[in-house]
């Protein structure tokens, strides 16, 4: 390979062996970038398509997939050459969440060292001496940042930040969605969550997150798409998850103010494109979680009018890559 081809990546794991993979939009001819197996989840495509930057775990879940909740090491895999070579330092918890480019020099993730509350970074790509000093760390909060996200080709970025919320002396995670600038350092809120739905059940886990997460922005910086735990559909194991997009005021940014969403501009698209309703259930009657949301915002502007999405009914162990479009349409891209 002199690049990666194809229009989209995604990892995938048969008989307890992950590897990525590439795909055209149809999902034809498929392609493995991967030399070796790990355990690898979050990954994205460097804009001049000669890298990947992956993320490797610790351990696998019992049915064989990436434990993405176990300790992660961003590596770089150039496909040009095969090289494949580790980020992050070995003692830090780093890629949690998700990992992306901002240009074709930097990579940015979410990274937690020496027990540490995790920060957003931004690591040169080629300093393969995986020391964490020369790394900017661009967001710092009280409570963990992950699910970090760049915009190609800016300073900007959009992370999720697990803010702790306590009902009657039992706390959640409540993740809110955030933006910030990796040169001003400036940073601001977007979404604060369904607020009243706070779920402490703990089905989901110690500390149950019903918020926002995954996030990532729509062309040219007007909004945010993300995942939302929402009320009233199929839980599963970490609760239903629909596809939200918000609009952004980037002035708000610059300006320094705490909030930087445009008002009123909060949708379901689940429920309002993706016809998420009790007609289109599944056979076994559960909501399909859709799970995160990529809108087409790449060097193929061809048709901005499709969501790329992991699509898991809530009873299900098997997630699917979906390519669905404005009119409600959606189409399997994975192998079954």
Known sequence: LQIV????TYAATHQGSTHIFTTERDGGN?????????HWSFHAVSPNRRYLAMVSHADPTEAGTPDTNSPGTVWVLDVRTGDEYALTPAECDAGIGGISWLGDAFVTFAMSCNGEVSKAYLAAFDDRSRDASLMLAYAEHMFPVRGVSGANHTSRATYVV????CVDGVCVGKPQIWVADTETMQKCQVTDA???FLDTSGHRGAVPRVGDHSPVFTAQLRGIMFSRNVRDKDPGPTGHHDIMRVGLNMGALESNEFRCELPGTEAN?????LADDAASVGVDGAYLNELYPQPTIGSDMTNLQEILFVGREAADNVSRVYLADMTGGKRELSLE
């Open 162 to 165: 697990d803010q702790e919320r």
């Open 194 to 196: 369904d607020r009243e």
């Open 30 to 38: 498929k392609i493995r970038l991967t030399q070796r197996a790990s």
């Open 5 to 8: 081809p194809g229009v989209l």
């Open 269 to 273: 698209l689940s429920d309002e494109i």
